[in-house]
């Protein structure tokens, strides 16, 4: 197998693509409701938003941040912290993970998760240019995820762009590749919308670092596509409500409970 198929299968079977998916669209969803251009909000407004939302979300799915509990038997308390900024009936799509199935694992301060062998950063991007997102222009931190090198078993005819790179360079990736955390192999979950349709981009895949322009990715997967015909986009969802029912009142979520914990999220 691929890495690319080893790493769908490992994270989509511990429900970490859904939680991207989940997150992501509650992040944007919230993001564009409080979206007010009259009172000075502009794009990057509303990246900023999104992606600190984003990383709210995931802290709540994965139970880490303060929502994390010091064990999967503890987390039969706190529901109401989970549920809190959360809109009507987004808390019953959330998906269910075990704590302790991802944990978090930050890369020098960049939010970040592990699951198994696979890290996973978020960065946004502007709204069509997945392809060429220039990872030289990026933090240093992006920069060192892009000279991870190649994945193993890639083929490519093509040399290396670090080949044809001028020694400071080339210098500077193999002290990064060096530092890399060789337990882990990091890849990026990349999001992005064009705000005046609402429409969202997320891919998951592994970084490449392109510093003439090249292509960014050694390989990415569309998490918004359900099956290869479907386009690579995704609006914005409806807000979800209340089940309809006699009494108007909501069924009782069935989910364990989980606790917060004490202290900042680099646990």
């Known amino acids: 197998m691929s890495e690319q198929q080893d790493a769908l299968e490992d994270l989509g079977s511990s429900g970490v693509l859904s939680a991207l998916g989940w997150a992501n669209a509650s992040a ?18 509303v990246g900023s938003t999104a992606h600190k939302l984003f990383v709210d979300r995931l802290h709540r799915v994965f139970s880490t941040g303060k929502h ?45 998760w592990r699951c198994g062998e696979w890290r996973f ?41 670090f080949d044809a790179e001028p020694a400071p360079l080339a210098a500077v990736v193999q002290a990064l590749r060096e530092e890399a955390d060789l ?9 992005s919308i064009e705000r005046e349709l609402g429409i969202r981009e ?31 986009v995704g609006p914005l969802p409806a807000s979800p409500g209340p ?9 009782a979520p069935v989910r364990l409970r989980r606790q917060a ?3 900042n999220d680099k646990q």
């Open 243 to 251: 089940r309809p029912g006699s009494s108007g009142v909501q069924d």
């Open 121 to 161: 950063l978020l960065t946004s991007f502007v709204y069509g240019e997945s392809n060429r997102i220039p990872w030289p222009q990026k933090s240093p931190t992006k920069q060192r995820v892009a000279s991870q090198g190649r994945p193993a078993g890639w083929l490519d005819p093509r040399p290396t762009l």
């Open 183 to 191: 337990n882990a192999t990091t890849l990026i979950a990349a999001h």
């Open 28 to 45: 944007y969803r919230r993001t564009m409701e409080d979206y007010d251009p009259d009172t000075g909000h502009d794009q990057g407004w």
């Open 68 to 112: 994390s509990v010091d064990s999967p038997e503890a987390a039969s308390a706190g529901l109401d912290l989970v549920q809190s900024g959360l809109s009507p009936g987004e808390y019953r799509k959330m998906p269910v993970i075990t704590p302790g199935v991802v944990t978090w694992s930050d890369l020098n301060q960049s939010p970040g």
């Open 202 to 232: 997320l891919y998951l895949g592994r970084s490449r670092l392109n510093p003439r322009g090249g292509d960014a990715w050694y390989w990415k997967h569309d998490l918004l596509a359900a099956d290869p015909g479907t386009p690579t």
């Open 261 to 263: 914990a004490e202290g």
